[in-house]
């Protein structure tokens, strides 16, 4: 990855997709002094983007940077420089760390240490609960004043309705979202895998997808009853899905998202109890990741999120019953989605900038980013036809945990674009985009 600055810039040739303004067309981008201007000068920095997609940034709102307290597993640094690779311009981190993200301080410390990695920039999304315990709400405006762009006890859900209920008119108040991980332990009762004929052939806990679907159903009763903002976190169920459908059908403000391993891999890729196939929620049923792609194509699901979650190799070696849940996926996230999604036939590339731009902005109660004269220069570079192979060992994140590796994908950011900062990356033996420049 290669970092410059530049006072101006003409990005050429490019096909430009703008949801903002339905734009999709081949057109030039000048970029001069950090903002898109109308031309540039002569001696301007030249990209020439014909085989490339130019669009607004992308946002990935549900990652985890491990900071503070598990640098081991990852850092704000490596994290967001990951990010970039991946060609994300904003990522909001999850607050389970340690200490947990609930107090001003820990949201300041989080942003500083994003600003001085200066790879992307970083909303911390706080904790509803103090140290995520679920007992007592956390003070929303503080933490929002310090920058919080959500709240969410993401790792564990909010199973107090009373506690939930006033979360939710604490975060009408400060018009912020909750981002809820729908779970009642109860029901999901320690599973590891999906509740079905894997986990019972590998003598494995099920997870029953009940206990995501019953906070679903719960959480949107409240929102609607208080007027608040709700977004389901990784969503991964087609009964789930069809809630929030429904839900959206009655003008309740809930949103939600949807990982690329829930839209390509079932629970059969647990077959071999390989630790790295281990998530949560788990990998589920074909029916489940087809309602999830139907949910993408409806509006149901309003964006693609990677829920990048690392681990170390000695954490995931202790086999599928111990090893903790989670893949890295800020730098396959692109190349999935698109196998998903525009591989299949079923979608094309203006959905997938919709899917990874506007619509985790507008999620957050953010304007969505833009191509226009004026505007903040905040671009991602795709090359669409890029074919490429995933080796976790290439990763900028410190953790290789994924069960794509050797995997082909089709399509990869090749470089983004914040202000006068271009950060152009590239694999091994591939000719561009140095050859571009």
Same mark, same amino acid.
């Given at each position: 990855?290669?970092?410059?600055?530049?006072?101006?810039?003409?990005?050429?040739?490019?096909?430009?997709?703008?949801?903002?303004?339905?734009?999709?067309?081949?057109?030039?981008?000048?970029?001069?002094?950090?903002?898109?201007? $109308?031309? @540039?000068p002569d001696d301007a920095q030249a990209i020439d983007a014909s085989n490339f997609i130019v669009c607004p940034g992308l946002m990935d709102?549900?990652?985890?940077?491990?900071?503070?307290?598990?640098?081991?597993?990852?850092?704000?640094?490596?994290?967001?420089?990951?990010?970039?690779?991946?060609?994300?311009?904003?990522?909001?981190?999850?607050?389970?760390?340690?200490?947990?993200?609930?107090?001003?301080?820990?949201?300041? !410390?989080?942003?500083?240490?994003?600003?001085?990695?200066?790879?992307?920039?970083?909303?911390?999304?706080?904790?509803?609960?103090?140290?995520?315990?679920?007992? +007592?709400?956390?003070?929303?405006?503080?933490?929002?004043?310090?920058?919080?762009? @959500?709240?969410?006890?993401?790792?564990?859900?909010?199973?107090?309705?009373?506690?939930?209920?006033?979360?939710?008119?604490?975060?009408?108040?400060?018009?912020?979202?909750?981002?809820?991980?729908?779970?009642?332990?109860?029901?999901?009762?320690?599973?590891?895998?999906?509740?079905?004929?894997?986990?019972?052939?590998?003598?494995?806990?099920?997870?029953?997808?009940?206990?995501?679907?019953?906070?679903? $159903?719960?959480?949107?009763?409240?929102c609607q009853e208080t007027g608040g903002r709700y977004h389901v976190a990784h969503i991964s169920t087609a009964v789930g899905v069809e809630? /929030?459908?429904?839900?959206?059908?009655?003008?309740?403000?809930?949103?939600?998202?949807?990982?690329?391993?829930?839209?390509?891999?079932?629970?059969? @890729?647990?077959?071999?109890?390989?630790?790295?196939?281990?998530?949560?929620?788990?990998?589920?049923?074909?029916?489940?990741?087809?309602?999830?792609?139907?949910?993408?194509?409806?509006?149901?699901?309003?964006?693609?999120?990677?829920?990048?979650?690392?681990?170390? +190799?000695?954490?995931?070696?202790?086999?599928?019953?111990?090893?903790?849940?989670?893949?890295?996926?800020?730098?396959?996230? /692109?190349?999935?989605?698109?196998?998903?999604?525009?591989?299949?036939?079923?979608?094309?590339?203006?959905?997938?900038?919709?899917?990874?731009?506007?619509?985790?902005?507008?999620?957050?109660?953010?304007?969505?980013?833009?191509? $226009?004269?004026?505007?903040?220069?905040?671009?991602?570079?795709?090359?669409?036809t890029l074919r490429w192979t995933v080796d976790p060992t290439q990763f900028l994140t410190k953790s290789q945990n994924t069960p794509f590796?050797? !995997?082909?994908?089709?399509?990869?950011?090749?470089?983004?674009? =914040?202000? =006068?900062?271009?950060?152009?990356?590239?694999?091994?033996? @591939?000719?561009?985009?140095?050859?571009?420049?």
């Open positions: 990855m290669n970092r410059t600055q530049h006072n101006a810039m003409w990005i050429r040739g490019g096909t430009v997709i703008d949801p903002r303004r339905s734009r999709v067309e081949v057109a030039d981008v000048a970029i001069v002094d950090g903002l898109i201007a $109308e031309t @540039a709102i549900h990652v985890h940077l491990r900071e503070p307290g598990q640098s081991h597993k990852e850092t704000i640094a490596t994290g967001t420089a990951a990010a970039a690779a991946g060609g994300f311009t904003f990522v909001a981190c999850m607050p389970n760390t340690q200490p947990v993200l609930d107090t001003p301080r820990q949201i300041r !410390w989080v942003i500083e240490q994003a600003t001085q990695a200066g790879h992307c920039a970083v909303g911390p999304i706080a904790a509803i609960t103090q140290g995520r315990a679920g007992r +007592e709400l956390t003070d929303f405006a503080a933490l929002r004043e310090a920058g919080a762009v @959500a709240f969410s006890d993401d790792g564990t859900g909010v199973e107090d309705d009373a506690l939930m209920r006033s979360a939710f008119e604490r975060a009408r108040d400060v018009d912020a979202v909750l981002i809820q991980h729908c779970e009642y332990e109860a029901i999901s009762a320690a599973g590891v895998m999906h509740q079905g004929e894997v986990s019972e052939r590998l003598g494995l806990p099920g997870l029953d997808p009940r206990s995501e679907e019953a906070m679903i $159903e719960r959480d949107i009763n409240l809630l /929030v459908r429904r839900a959206k059908s009655e003008g309740v403000r809930v949103t939600a998202e949807v990982c690329p391993h829930h839209l390509i891999l079932t629970d059969d @890729a647990c077959a071999q109890a390989d630790p790295n196939t281990k998530m949560h929620p788990p990998l589920r049923s074909a029916l489940d990741v087809h309602a999830c792609r139907e949910g993408l194509l409806d509006g149901t699901i309003d964006c693609i999120v990677t829920d990048h979650a690392p681990h170390t +190799e000695n954490e995931k070696a202790v086999g599928f019953l111990k090893a903790p849940p989670g893949i890295v996926g800020l730098e396959t996230a /692109v190349g999935l989605a698109a196998h998903a999604m525009v591989e299949t036939g079923i979608a094309g590339w203006p959905h997938m900038i919709v899917w990874l731009s506007s619509g985790p902005a507008t999620v957050l109660g953010q304007t969505p980013g833009g191509i $226009e004269v004026g505007s903040q220069a905040n671009l991602t570079l795709i090359d669409p590796s050797g !995997w082909e994908l089709t399509g990869r950011s090749v470089g983004t674009i =914040r202000g =006068r900062n271009l950060t152009l990356c590239t694999l091994k033996n @591939a000719p561009y985009p140095d050859d571009k420049t």
